[in-house]
């Protein structure tokens, strides 16, 4: 009776960890510190961005940057940059422009080397597919409870995913793709359809209209030929300032805005990529501008900056961590902002798996936000090892308890710490301990349940796996008793 009762137990945490292994597994990462919710942010609560497509900051600025030789090609860009603020030697990731995109959303060209599709429709000879299975900036606005929403003018749907569109970068994401909840955050940006004619993005410059349907991030995609990837169908307009003409319309309106003009609010505008020219030095330097009210007026800055940097800036500002070491690293550009001093410096890390055996690889990665970079990242696994990066594979050799620690020191010689005490879970064994009750042992000589269990659903293998069991118990109790 006692090993009924035994086998009924065992059975029934089996059937749970079924249940379990039949659920999509979550992210077992997890954080060691949490984010507080609904922060203020650094410079700004507000942040509009638009992306622009293939010029460089000498074409568009022309003389007016110290080392472009060709004259201006974006008048209105050009006073734009007078007026607030101009990054000289902000440069592109790679080219073409997709890779630029998943940069400025997730903090790395996830390999992505050619202009492809989200998901794998359509997906034939003609259209590589390339969906991104990883987090971006909008998971990190979400969990610090911060609302986003991503605007694309002509966009092929009212609003939802898509994979037959480049045009929004949070389409290529699989965790936004697959959500409907979170689909519903893209959406087009107008009513009426722009073409190959000046776009006029109604329904975006409508929700910024008030605090109550603006977003605390707010990306924009204009059309094609409004993003100025000029062409024989772009019309309408000269063709030589198609961009320009377009941010004339557009940006005054942003600017002019409920929530720019009552509101902490600031707009970003940059290019993808450009035509690999700098005013000095080598790079694809290319036009990215800060305006708003939150923003210096006449500011121009010669600091090397990527497309990382503008998540290290949302990530300093908001008091994010980062996503990837490329944005760990990368400068923010709080130069731009009135009151953009370094913010407080933390420290976090996420360890995977979280629950780990003896002998089992951890990757341990570090999340910083704050203080001024580069950081030193110096790691203390509490079994005698120590070792330097953001990112640490360690194994454990023994089973037991040990406290992780995480120094991370600044620039300004800073210094923050994060720590976890981690439990190590000796390797299970399959063999019986004395007195005790294995059902792998019993069932081991049941081929009936290999074919099963190698077949069938885990739960009712696990089931039909119980009944041979107990029919076996059964028939050495029945043989018991005839003697």
């Known amino acids: ?21 039949d659920t999509p597994p979550a992210n077992n990462q997890q954080y060691i510190s949490s984010l507080a919710a609904l922060p203020q942010g650094t410079s700004f609560d507000y942040l509009v961005t638009i ?15 110290i080392g472009c030789a060709s004259s201006t090609i974006g008048p209105y860009e050009t006073e734009l940059a007078k007026n607030y603020t101009l990054a000289t030697h902000y440069t592109s990731i790679t080219h073409p422009s997709l890779p630029n995109y998943l940069a400025l959303a997730g903090g790395s060209t996830f390999s992505v080397t050619t202009d492809c599709f989200p998901t794998a429709n359509p997906c034939n000879s003609n259209a590589q597919c390339c969906p991104v299975s990883a987090t971006s900036i909008v998971d990190r606005l979400e969990q610090a409870g911060l609302k986003w929403k991503a605007y694309a003018e002509d966009y092929p749907s009212g609003s939802g995913c898509t994979g037959l569109t480049s045009q929004l970068p949070y389409n290529y994401f699989q965790n936004i793709f697959y959500n409907v909840t979170r689909c519903a955050r893209l959406v087009k940006a107008n009513s009426v ?16 209209g008030s605090t109550a349907t603006a977003s605390n991030f ?25 961009g320009d003409i377009y941010l004339s319309t557009v940006v005054p309106r942003i600017l002019n805005s409920t929530v720019f003009r ?10 993808d990529e450009g035509v690999n020219t700098c005013p000095s030095g080598h790079g694809d330097c290319i036009y990215a501008v800060w305006a708003g009210p939150q923003v210096r007026r006449g500011f121009t800055s010669d600091t090397s900056y990527t497309h990382y940097s503008f998540l290290s800036t949302i990530e300093w500002n908001w008091g994010l961590y980062n996503l990837t070491s490329y944005d760990g690293s990368a400068r923010p550009m709080n130069e731009f902002f009135i009151d ?35 950081y030193l990242y110096n790691w203390d696994f509490g079994d005698g090892s120590l070792e330097r990066g953001q990112d640490i594979a360690h194994t454990y050799v023994r089973a037991g308890s040990y406290v992780t620690t995480l120094k991370v020191i600044d620039a300004a010689r800073l210094v923050s710490i994060a720590s976890l005490t981690l439990t190590v879970a000796a390797v ?13 042992c019993r069932i081991k000589n049941i081929s009936a349940i290999s074919l099963l269990l190698g077949g069938l659903p885990v739960v009712l293998s696990l089931a039909i796996a119980f009944a041979a069991l107990m029919r076996s118990h059964h028939r050495k109790t029945r043989r018991r008793l005839a003697r």
């Open 1 to 21: 009776m006692r090993e009924i009762v035994q086998a009924l137990f065992v059975l029934y945490m089996l059937m749970g960890i079924a249940i379990v292994a």
């Open 51 to 65: 992306i622009m497509e293939n010029h460089s900051v000498c074409s568009i600025e022309g003389n007016t940057v």
């Open 193 to 208: 359809k722009a073409g190959t004619n000046i776009g006029n993005p109604d329904l975006f410059l409508k929700d910024l």
């Open 218 to 242: 707010m990306w924009l995609t204009p059309t094609y030929c409004d993003q100025w990837v000029v062409g024989p169908t772009c019309s309408g307009a000269n063709l030589t300032r198609f």
């Open 262 to 271: 009552t509101q902490r609010a600031a707009l970003f505008i940059v290019y």
């Open 340 to 374: 953009g001093q370094p913010s407080q410096l933390k420290a976090s890390f996420t360890d995977n798996p979280s629950n780990p055996e003896a002998g089992q690889t951890i990757v341990f990665s570090a999340l910083v936000n704050g203080g001024a970079k580069p």
């Open 428 to 440: 299970p064994s399959s063999s019986p301990q004395p007195g005790g009750f294995c059902l792998q």
